[in-house]
């Protein structure tokens, strides 16, 4: 799933990239096309709602990204996760019902953004089909560029790219990215840490890198021993704990931009939305609510600089 390499500044991201040999890498470094205006909008109708609007009908419909443990999953019926409980925060703070929406993740953000946030799904029997908040999107300034009818706003954390591994494999050195060239490690597959390893030291790592479809599934895999280490978010990696795993965050040669600040997206005409968003969630960082969420789900807290 790509949430943040499908960026145009993601994909720069490996100073001594190489040409992918991947089909799937391949593919993933196209740039996604840019985001023009809307030709002839229908002016009687806009997706979404205001902030007056959401007090008023008494409920705020969040985005969240399926199958992304610890962030946001379905858990029997029930949606839950780190996300979902920084849903909840900020519609206690308006003062309204959280409500959730499971969103299956497009090529890029882009195509994300575009769904879910300011025109609805290209396949949706009715218009404006979108939530009226979208979590965990990347707050960077060239996708802020790219998609003008969205604005990024509430940034609440920030993540990094770490390695977890087994300690009956390394019980003495914690493993760094060249170990790779001899031993297994699994990565999310058409994810950041795929891309740079697939093309660190000229593509050496490229017969022992196993990608899966989630970093979940991922550390399963190095839970039951079929790898030796995982190479993905640290959140995701420390949400996913086994007994006998353990993470580090060695240096990355070659990957010039291994931190990244997430926040939320509201679409552009929801401005005071937005405004009411950010003081809701700079309040949580600053009185520690915000790091009793991450304490709940066993992931470290790094908050951003607002």
Known sequence: MIRWVGLAAGLALVASASVATSQNVHKSWKKP??????????????????????RDRGWIEFGVYEDFHPYSWDDDGEIRGLDVEIGRLIAADLGVEARFRLLAAGETVDDDLRSWVWKGPLIAAERGDVVNVMLHVPWDRELDIRNELIVLTGKYMVEEIAIAYSESHYPEDAPVPAYFRFDTVAVENDSLADFYLSNLAGGQLQANIQRYRTVPEAMAALAAGDVKAVTGPLSQLQGNLAPGISVHQPPLPGLSRGKWTLGV???????????AIDDALGAAIADGRMQEIFDQFGVSFAPPVR
Do not use: C, M, W
């Open 33 to 54: 096309p840019t985001i023009s205006r809307i030709q002839n909008p229908d002016k009687t109708f806009t997706p979404g709602a205001d902030l007056e609007t959401i």
């Open 265 to 275: 997206a509201v679409r552009h005409n929801y401005r005071r939305l937005g405004y």
